[in-house]
């Protein structure tokens, strides 16, 4: 299973006429592992530039993301599956917001695990 095993150096853009966002991993990946602190920069990337783009836009339902978002307490990882194997994400801003969505939910329950658990 093909996955993130580095530095992830993928190209955002957002399409405004095509009201599109694509995320261009270069590679074949069925999934992408952040760090909290990765997580918190991609998150800040997606909203900014999708409301600078599209205004006031609204997140669709996180229930319907073909992505699933894991985080590993363990490792302190956050991992986003995807749902087939993929080289360019393209989605509406809905969808990505989502995404920057069910991150900063996955992080924030990484650090509330340090925090109250220890790393243990």
Known sequence: ??????????????LKEERLVVLNFGTDLSFVAF??????LQINLFREEIYK??????????RK???????????QIIVSYFSEELQVLVAEPECFLAWAAELEKASYGL???VMF????
């Open 1 to 14: 299973m093909p996955g993130d095993r580095g530095g992830c150096y993928a190209a955002f853009k957002v």
């Open 35 to 40: 760090s909290t602190s990765d997580a918190e």
């Open 117 to 120: 658990n220890g790393m243990g």
């Open 53 to 62: 783009a599209f205004g006031s836009v609204t997140s669709s339902d996180p």
């Open 111 to 113: 650090l509330c695990s």
């Open 65 to 75: 993301l073909p992505i699933r978002v894991v985080p590993n307490v363990r490792k």
